[in-house]
Nanobody
Framework: QVQLVESGGGLVQAGESLRLSCAASGRVFRINYMVWYRQAPGEQRELVAHITGDGDTNYSDSVKGRFTISVDNAKNTMSLQMNSLKPEDTALYHC???????????????WGQGTQVTVSS
């Protein structure tokens, strides 16, 4: 019904920037919320940033002031602008989303395949 596709990962040096995107396609009536998570090898999954369809945002302390999450409801796309990247930001970044698939309140929740971000020192 709905697919999430992430893009924008890559290899950068410390201090540089990257922009991740997560596009929801298929039966999307309205975005309820979208979230970026990340997981480094041997570490627990961490919530990085969260945004509602209304634009309310929340960030982990580790990225606050450096990362900015945004959503384009017309394109059903969430973006994460990552500035001043640090080696500790290296991880596999996944997006998770809950969307309404019709007007009756039915929802879908799922995950993208992930995009790797590697920051060298």
């Amino acid at each position: 019904q709905v697919q999430l596709v992430e893009s924008g990962g890559g290899l950068v040096q410390a201090g540089e920037s990257l922009r991740l995107s997560c596009a929801a396609s298929g039966r999307v009536f309205r975005i309820n919320y979208m979230v970026w998570y990340r997981q480094a090898p041997g570490e627990q999954r961490e919530l990085v940033a969260h945004i509602t369809g209304d634009g309310d945002t929340n960030y982990s302390d580790s990225v606050k002031g450096r990362f900015t999450i945004s959503v384009d409801n017309a394109k059903n796309t969430m973006s994460l602008q990552m500035n001043s990247l640090k080696p500790e930001d290296t991880a596999l970044y996944h997006c998770n989303a809950e969307v309404h698939i019709d007007t009756s309140g039915s929802t879908w929740n799922g995950w993208g395949q992930g995009t790797q971000v590697t920051v060298s020192s």
